[in-house]
Nanobody, 118 residues
Framework: QVRLVESGGGLVQPGGSLRLSCAASGIIFRFYAMSWYRQAPGKQRELVARINVVGGSTNYADSVKGRFTISGDYDANTVYLQMNSLKFEDTAVYYC???????????WGQGTQVTVSS
């Protein structure tokens, strides 16, 4: 059974930082691209950052480039999203996603709320 469990969300002031974690089980990590998505109220879910476990290449949404960093601890089957210089518009539910490179089977976590507020 595949499980993706996010943690680390919370309330933070503008300019602050948070680190999200996604612990994966039931998958062979190196066969998947791992991503963070977010969904704000009334908006569509959008890709925030993606990392290819093999090779380590990353890509980011323009809105978070230079502020967010995705990384992985592959021995622990865990992916992180370090979020710095947070803005009001970063407020959303953040979801972890795993997508198989070949067959594109995809799995989602339950989401973690990030609220940026003064």
């Amino acid at each position: 059974q595949v499980r993706l469990v996010e943690s680390g969300g919370g309330l933070v002031q503008p300019g602050g930082s948070l680190r999200l974690s996604c612990a994966a089980s039931g998958i062979i990590f190196r066969f998947y691209a791992m991503s963070w998505y977010r969904q704000a109220p009334g908006k569509q879910r959008e890709l925030v950052a993606r990392i290819n476990v093999v090779g380590g290449s990353t890509n980011y949404a323009d809105s978070v480039k230079g502020r967010f960093t995705i990384s992985g601890d592959y021995d622990a089957n865990t992916v992180y999203l370090q979020m710095n210089s947070l803005k009001f518009e970063d407020t959303a539910v953040y979801y972890c996603n795993a997508e198989h490179y070949r067959n594109h089977d995809a799995y989602w976590g339950q989401g973690t709320q990030v609220t940026v507020s003064s």
